[in-house]
């Protein structure tokens, strides 16, 4: 019985470093998931901006689990201009100007579709999708405020044990605990990167 599972994790923390130090750290995939623990590997691949990521996590039976990602990242500027300032073509900014006007910037992750077939669940190997948006946007105090919403979707196959638990009630509590986990990942991920930063916390 294959079952699917959903789970998101979030976060809102203050990181004291300035904004294009902490958004050029923050926008370096490999650089940040190796500080989550389930992350056994992230690569670029031959696809422009695509990565493959590989998580790892032991089940019940304490079999490893394998899970690949395959995520396409894109950066977004987020530029507010005065009303003095005409723009019909935002490609013909200067970057002098970009510079002055930049309010924040957007890194979004998004499952890409490859074609070649990744399953094979009697190896514990299965395919996820991953979808998440950072929004990172300058605060008093050389500061930077750092918003991180990240949601992944699983498909694998349940054990013969769990399936005398109704479908309804399995769903939701394999969706709960599949929160809690990305959850608890997220937080260690986040303080881990702050080692490298004076100081952080909770926005």
């Given at each position: 019985m294959e079952m699917d599972a959903t789970g998101v994790s979030k976060g809102d923390w203050i990181f004291q470093g300035e904004f294009e130090r902490t958004t050029a750290y923050l926008s370096d995939?490999?650089?940040i998931l190796a500080f989550n623990p389930f992350c056994h590997s992230v690569e670029l691949t031959e696809i422009e901006n695509v990565y493959k990521w590989l998580f790892r996590v032991t089940d019940p039976?304490?079999?490893?689990f394998d899970v690949i990602f395959f995520v396409e990242q894109s950066e977004e500027l987020l530029v507010e201009l005065p009303e003095h300032i005409?723009?019909?073509d935002p490609e013909g900014l200067?970057?002098?100007?970009?510079?002055?006007?930049?309010?924040?910037k957007k890194i979004h992750w998004k499952h890409y579709p490859v074609t070649t077939q990744i399953e094979d669940p009697a190896k514990y190997l299965f395919e996820g999708k991953a979808f998440g948006d950072m929004n990172m946007h300058p605060v008093k105090g050389n500061n930077t405020r750092v918003q991180f919403d990240l949601k992944?979707?699983?498909r694998f196959v349940l054990?013969?044990?769990f399936r005398i638990v109704p479908e309804k009630i399995l769903h939701a509590m394999t969706n709960a605990g599949m929160s809690m986990i990305m959850q608890t990942a997220t937080n260690k991920m986040f303080h881990s990167i702050t080692k490298d930063f004076k100081n952080f916390k909770l926005a």
């Open positions: 995939q490999k650089r039976q304490n079999n490893p005409a723009c019909e200067s970057d002098e100007t970009i510079r002055l006007y930049t309010i924040g992944i979707d699983v054990y013969p044990a």
